[in-house]
């Protein structure tokens, strides 16, 4: 599946976040949250409280776009999209290296 649009995904919590890639949604999530600098403090924070709270999920924080498949697969965000598609977390985890 090829995109090009600006991506917009939906959290637990109703939010809205865009992003033109996963890195910039994972910005865009850190932003909404005092304290994380980085997008890889985000992703490790949000991957411990996953493995507390979801009963030892696992979120992968090597690559955010494996991130995000993961939180969606977690319920952390319910709905992504681009160009007018839904997106699935296998979606995401095609856009690694441009898969």
């Avoid at 850190?30 to 009963?55: F, I, K, L």
């Avoid at 498949?69 to 995401?92: N, Q």
Wanted: overall charge negative.
């Amino acid at each position: 599946m090829d995109f090009e649009g600006r991506i917009t995904i939906t959290t637990e919590d109703g939010k809205f976040f865009h992003g033109w890639s996963a890195s910039e949604l994972v910005r865009a999530l850190a932003d909404d949250m005092w304290g994380p600098e980085t997008n890889e403090e985000y992703m490790q924070g949000v991957s411990h409280r996953c493995g507390v709270w979801r009963t030892g999920a696992r979120v992968r924080v090597d690559d955010e776009c494996l991130f995000i498949a993961d939180i969606m697969r977690e319920g952390v965000v319910i709905m992504a999209v681009r160009d007018g598609l839904e997106l699935e977390p296998e979606d995401f985890e095609r856009m690694v290296d441009g898969r």
